[in-house]
């Protein structure tokens, strides 16, 4: 159960408001503030995963669908009902099923969003109709010449009448005869009839009918005889455009009525995924993460960040309640962030039952059958309750409905009445919630339940930090320690005199001030042991950065020697065939002689200098591919054979450094080899 109570303590309707912003609708604006979780696991992860798709629309497939639809509910109901639609009624539905009919077209691109394309599929498209009403409408209140035949015609001769009138009265302007009888040159209408101004002093000059006459009484407003008939002529035509106009009306509107159920489905599937999409630009606008969901109690939030808190100054929090434990006890100073980190547990667990991801590196909550929570001043002018009474009355509310599957925050709890009274009484609503099983976070100042959670299977403890240097809180969660209130402390740094300090101290129990001292000095352990923590941390990021750079390095030297040993292969493959083509021509130039009729002294000494070339080229070939791997002793030269052991040839030796590297080559090739990678052959 999510009581309208708990949600607003936990400021769940101010997310849902930033969720509207983002919204393009304003049917998506209200399902945005309408939102509530889902109770159910299977209902709950459907809708992060419509989050995550509208996500990936938007950002990896880079697709601006649009929603900007009018509500139509209410216009639908109308034409169910068969009433006559109004010119903006009917435009509203023409925009509506363009937009329909375009997001259909653009979410369809996104072939790897199921969940989205398979809503997209079913908006609703009836182009014919769209497209009547966009030609049939110029705006909300004129109807296009083109929407029929008849209403075209009908104006055409309203058209033709008022050029017929105008020119008419127009010769009694221009005309010498009266222009001392109009008041002024002008053609104007009194109650859609063209009339002209006439003096009041030349009544009866021009025969015609009166209209009205100014406020002075002056000027009289005349129909003159002439114009009579075509102005009745007129007004029929005017008649005849206002019963064409309800008859169209009366067609869109039946048209409308025949698939209001179709477009009513279609709108709402549109707002739906208006919601969807905006949960998607509110998780980026925060830097938010798809939380994980499990049914088993376990909650665990790193870096996470209160939404509400500015993004520049809030401090991120860890913490975890694995699902065997049930109840996490936050201790630490005043203004440290206990209230808030309770809040966010609490905020988070609802914004990821809504469909919502939240601001963190990584989240894996939780779903509860309701959040329960007493946080904040909930003193009752009205009830003429205080605030322990108030607390008292809500927490009674609380344990009377919470069941083993509820998350329960308590924040001080105990508090506002005598200390002795109130610890005993928090450790006695800690023991009951423990027999529930529910789970629950709990913020105190209490030493009876510090310890409580220290002797207590199934309670972990944990701190808001403390700088004990600076005597300022850091709001950083410590998971596993327990946190002095630090009262004394923050009362010095704000300015109460020493004196003062020194007496409150001296009427500080003395179990009390060893117990804050065995505190203290665990948490300064703590502190050192964090420091240590994170200077071997960082010690051994550098170890991995060292350790990455020699890997990339030895890939390097590797990938350098592929490249070498793949030139050294062209190289050779290039030399053979060269060797293959000369061989090839000095057999052909064998032959070429053989082939003569006659062999000549000439011919034959020829052919031995050919022979002699091939059995040179054969010689120098076969030395080369022997390998002689057994080292020479002798002092090395320029010049002399080597026996490269990484490439595993034979080369001659170009040059030597001091170093001892060299310059080896092979052939046509030459490499600049290691100074224990080469030897001297015999």
């Known amino acids: 159960m999510f009581d309208d109570k708990s949600l607003t303590t936990l400021e769940y309707p101010k997310i849902l408001e930033m969720l509207a912003g983002f919204a393009q609708a304003e049917g998506g604006k209200e399902l945005a503030r309408g939102l509530r979780p889902f109770e159910n696991i299977e209902d709950a992860r459907h809708a992060l995963a419509e989050t995550e798709e509208a996500d990936r629309i938007l950002f990896e497939y880079s697709l601006s669908p649009s929603f900007a639809v009018d509500e139509i509910s209410k216009t639908l109901v109308k034409a169910e009902k068969g009433s006559v639609l109004a010119i903006p009624d009917i435009m509203k539905v023409g925009r509506a099923l363009r937009v329909s009919r375009r997001l259909k077209v653009t979410l369809q691109k996104a072939k790897e969003c199921p969940i989205i394309t398979e809503m997209a599929e079913n908006l609703y498209e009836n182009e014919p109709l769209e497209k ?27 058209r033709k009448i008022n050029d017929n009138v105008r020119t008419k009265l127009q010769s009694f302007i221009s ?8 008041q002024d040159s002008v053609v104007t209408m009194r109650g ?7 003096k009041s002093s030349f009544k009866g000059s021009i025969a015609g009918l009166v209209h009205d006459q100014s406020a002075s009484g002056s000027t009289l407003f005349v129909e003159p005889m002439a114009i009579v008939e075509m102005n009745n002529e007129l007004r029929i035509e005017l008649a005849n455009e206002q019963a064409e106009i309800e008859k169209i009306l009366r067609k869109f509107s039946a048209s409308i009525r025949v698939c209001a159920e179709e477009i009513k489905a279609s709108y709402q599937t549109t707002t ?10 509110l998780a980026r606008e925060y830097r938010s993460v798809m939380p994980e969901l499990n049914d088993k109690g376990a909650i665990q939030l790193r870096a996470a960040r209160h939404p509400l808190i500015d993004k520049n100054k809030v401090v991120p929090v860890t913490l975890e309640l694995k699902k065997n434990e049930q109840m996490l006890l936050i201790t630490g100073p005043n203004t440290g962030g206990k209230t808030v980190t309770l809040k966010l547990v609490g905020l988070f667990t609802i914004m990821a039952m809504s469909g919502m991801f939240v601001p963190a590196k990584y989240a894996n909550l939780s779903v509860f059958d309701g959040v329960y929570s007493d946080i904040g001043d909930e003193q009752s002018i009205e009830q003429s309750l205080s605030t322990f009474s108030a607390h008292i009355k809500n927490t009674i509310g609380i344990l009377n409905i919470i069941t083993d599957k509820s998350l329960v925050l308590f924040d001080e709890l105990g508090a506002g009445t005598d200390p002795g009274e109130g610890a005993a009484l928090a ?110 941390s960082k010690d051994r990021e550098k170890a991995a950065k060292e350790l990455q750079n020699a890997e990339n390095e030895r890939k390097l030297v590797e990938q350098k020697r592929e490249k070498l040993d793949e030139s050294i292969r062209k190289e050779t493959k ?109």
């Not at 739906?272 to 630009?281: E, H, M, W, Y």
Request: hydrophobic letters at 40%.
């Open 132 to 158: 009547y009403i966009y030609e049939s409408f110029l705006s909300e209140t004129e109807v296009a010449d083109g929407a029929t035949p008849e209403l075209r015609a009908i104006r055409v001769r309203i």
């Open 272 to 281: 739906a995924l208006d919601l969807i999409f905006a949960k998607a630009q």
């Open 427 to 536: 450790v006695a609503i800690a023991e009951h919630l423990l027999s529930v099983g529910c789970k629950a976070f709990i913020t105190s100042h209490f030493n009876d339940l510090k310890e409580f959670a220290l002797v207590t299977p199934n309670v972990v403890a944990a701190s808001m930090e403390f700088n004990s240097e600076t005597f300022s809180p850091t709001f950083k969660l410590v998971m596993g320690a327990i946190g002095s209130s630090n009262a004394l402390a923050i009362a010095k740094k704000l300015g109460l005199s020493e004196k003062i300090i020194d007496n409150a101290k001296s009427k500080i129990s003395a179990e009390k001030r060893q117990f804050d001292n065995v505190l203290s000095a665990a948490e300064e352990t703590r502190m050192k042991a964090a420091e240590l923590v994170n200077e071997a």
């Open 175 to 182: 005309s010498p005869q009266y222009s001392k009888v109009l």
């Open 192 to 198: 859609d009839r063209y009339v002209i101004p006439v």
């Open 574 to 682: 290039h030399l053979i065939q060269d060797s293959v083509d000369e061989a090839t021509d000095l057999i052909e130039e064998i032959k070429e002689i053989l082939n003569k009729p006659v062999i000549e002294e000439k011919d034959l000494f020829e052919a031995r200098k050919i022979k002699k070339k091939l059995e040179n080229m054969s010689a120098e070939y076969d030395k080369e591919a022997v390998v002689e791997d057994t080292p020479d002793d002798t002092p090395l030269n320029i010049g002399d054979n080597v026996w490269v052991k990484s490439l595993a040839k034979k080369g001659k030796l170009v040059s030597m450094n001091g170093r001892g590297e060299a310059q080896v080559a092979f052939g046509k090739l030459s490499v600049k080899v290691k100074k224990d990678d080469y030897y001297k052959v015999k």
